[in-house]
């Protein structure tokens, strides 16, 4: 089963998207020519990440003549944060659990 | 964001348990105890003893990193492509101990798989908490 994290997660586990989708979160719109030219990668590799980060919902492309620009869609990752306070709840429920045994411990 | 910083978050439990440190220190460490509130397990008190902890879901593999009786316990929690370290804070109060545990270090190891990056993924939500704040 599919669910939209495992696309989320998917999508941004490769280190160059990921840098790209770092770059776009942090310095604002941006062509395709501008994440080039200091990603360390050819243009049409830089394009295809794009194209997956844009599947994924985690980009939008603007097209305005000859460019496109693309920026960061910082609504997408609302379900990976949730994935941090699942950890959080994890650790919550062991200390229940764990309080529980130390009321039923001997002394 | 930089690299440095998107490189841990911590994940922090505090809570204020109605018994001494000496009686939570015993659930911290015996494995027939540890069984009870967290999972199965091969745990020794002793620096460098390699554990696992294993459930239904998956084990967890661990080594002890520190051992201060009644007071600190500390051990690395890698397991899914987490690579993390646990550690246990106790501190008495007049009504008992307040109980800290601190996970820190999850790190996303680029060879591993989708499933190494769901569970590594973590060292970058608090940059990306920081970003989502601002941009509101």
């Known amino acids: ?107 | 964001m930089s690299t440095t910083a998107a490189e841990t978050l911590s994940v922090i439990v505090e809570r204020e348990v109605g018994f001494p440190p000496e009686k939570v220190w015993r659930a911290l460490t015996q494995p027939h105890l540890i069984a009870e509130w967290l999972m199965k397990n091969d745990f020794q008190p002793v620096v460098g003893h390699s554990f696992s902890l294993s459930a239904e879901w998956g084990a967890v593999d661990c080594r002890v990193e520190t051992v201060e009786a009644n007071r600190a316990l500390s051990y690395t929690w890698e397991g899914l492509g987490l690579e993390s370290v646990v550690t246990w804070t106790l501190t008495p109060t007049s009504t008992g101990t307040r109980l800290r545990m601190e996970q820190v270090g999850f790190r996303l190891d680029q060879q591993m798989a989708y499933r190494g990056a769901t569970a590594g993924w973590p060292r970058f939500f608090d940059n990306l908490e920081q970003v989502l704040a601002r941009a509101d």
């Open chain 1, 1 to 107: 089963m599919t669910t939209p994290h495992d696309v989320l997660f998917r999508t941004l586990a490769d280190p160059t998207r990921r840098a790209l989708f770092e770059r776009l979160c942090r310095e604002g719109e941006q062509t395709v020519g501008a994440l080039t030219a200091r990603a360390g990668v050819s243009q049409p590799a830089v394009s295809k990440h794009l194209a997956v980060l844009k599947q994924a919902g985690l980009v939008l492309d603007r097209p305005e003549g000859r460019q496109t620009h693309y920026s960061a869609q910082l609504d997408a990752l609302a379900p990976l944060i949730d994935w941090t306070r699942q950890m959080a709840g994890f650790w919550e429920n062991r200390f229940d659990q764990l309080e529980d045994l130390l009321r039923r411990m001997d002394q």
